[in-house]
């Protein structure tokens, strides 16, 4: 019985520290606007796109992981996104297919048969197995080779933006079986409910912003374990964690992975949500904008590459209609800014200015005793004195 208490009582204490007690208020929060205020207060239309930018935001979430908390600066994370958008994209079609089970779009440019690859994305089960297994098995494969090379800073982000090139210009040269610069659209259904309806859509909505949800649970749990020490650790000092016997390429790995993870999950909600995927949504310039939001929200906190990547989707979609040709100019220019004068993001603001603030009243200097300010036996002659 005693020993129960005592579990019972440190498990309350470790609930009632102030970063966990902040980080449980925080997402309660975001969960109350995500699941119960939004869908009552936007119109269909609007909470589609906040459906839309809670998909990228989930790319985000492990580009905060693998960026902020490992160093690795991932500018090829549209090719995950676009692994999980175009296997999932590819189940739809083939559930859609009509008369042969053949996809429209093969019927027009191809030979009018289903490529032998495609035929096991029409079960579910074994499409969302393929959403998160093919994406994890290419970023532990691609990991292992660059890590344990000990390739890292510039040279890991050049060869991961290569990626991203490289992918997109084989989906377009794929027309036959992949749309080309069409992509993949015109899906009806998704897991046989029907995507017009206003109430599916509205489901679809509620399990992106859950699912964002447990990926940012997921990632504060990795960040507060030995693992995100590790991470961090790696980040930092690389050389000497080697030398205390742990390996860093095994590290930088497991968090590539989970990154890659997280944006195929993002990108195979993505595609029944706007109804379209195509090489322009996972080439050079998108994953530039993945981390372009991360940097701009702050990439070592848990919420920063959330918050920014939603604020840069929004600020994207609302200044490119009345700006077409100046908003990547503008993003560019906010990229350039915040990696220059504020490292931290935005996230770091509130912080920074507290720490001013500390330390400008710390330096304040104490003010002289006066007079008045004696005690009134101190003001008498000695003599007097009792």
Not at 78 to 92: D, E, Q, S, T
Not at 218 to 243: H, I
Not at 289 to 295: C, E, I, M, Y
Request: glycine letters at 12%.
């Amino acid at each position: 019985m005693k020993q129960s208490m005592s579990t019972l009582t440190a498990r309350l204490s470790a609930l009632a520290r102030p970063g966990r007690a902040r980080a449980l208020a925080g997402f309660g929060l975001a969960a109350v606007l995500l699941l119960a205020v939004a869908p009552v207060l936007l119109s269909p239309f609007r909470l589609g796109l906040l459906g839309k930018f809670l998909c990228l935001a989930m790319v985000a979430v492990g580009i905060g992981l693998a960026w902020g908390r490992g160093g690795l600066l991932t500018l090829g994370q549209g090719v995950y996104f676009g692994l999980g958008a175009y296997v999932m994209a590819m189940h739809l079609k083939l559930a859609d297919a009509g008369p042969g089970g053949v996809p429209d779009f093969m019927l027009l440019y191809g030979t009018g048969e289903v490529p032998g690859w495609w035929e096991p994305l029409r079960s579910p089960v074994v499409a969302l197995a393929m959403v998160v297994l093919v994406p994890a098995a290419l970023a532990a494969a691609l990991g292992w080779a660059v890590f344990t090379r000990r390739v890292r800073g510039a040279y890991f982000a050049i060869l991961s933006q290569a990626l991203a090139a490289a992918f997109a210009i084989l989906l377009i040269g794929q027309q036959q079986t992949t749309g080309g610069t069409n992509g993949l659209n015109g899906f009806r259904s998704f897991f046989g409910y029907d995507l017009a309806d206003p109430v599916n859509q509205r489901m679809l909505y509620l399990i992106a912003a859950g699912v964002l949800l447990v990926m940012v649970v997921v990632a504060r749990q990795l960040m507060v374990s030995r693992f995100g020490e590790a991470l961090v650790a790696v980040r930092d000092q690389e050389d000497r964690v080697r030398f205390l016997g742990y390996d860093p390429a095994a590290v930088k790995t497991v968090v590539y992975v989970v990154a890659a993870v997280m944006a195929a999950v993002g990108g195979a909600l993505f595609v029944p949500i706007v109804g379209i995927v195509s090489p322009a949504d996972v080439g050079v310039v998108p994953s530039i904008g993945f981390l372009v939001g991360v940097a701009i929200g702050g990439r070592a906190t848990l919420l920063g590459p959330v918050l920014g990547s939603v604020a840069v989707s929004w600020a994207q979609t609302s200044l490119s209609e009345q700006f077409p040709s100046g908003w990547i100019y503008l993003q560019g220019a906010l990229f350039v800014l915040v990696v220059a004068f504020l490292p931290g993001g935005l996230a770091s603001v509130v912080p920074m200015l507290r720490r001013r603030r500390r330390t400008a009243r710390e330096a304040e200097p104490e003010a002289p005793a006066t007079p008045g300010d004696a005690p009134a036996s101190d003001l008498l002659p000695e003599g007097s004195r009792a």
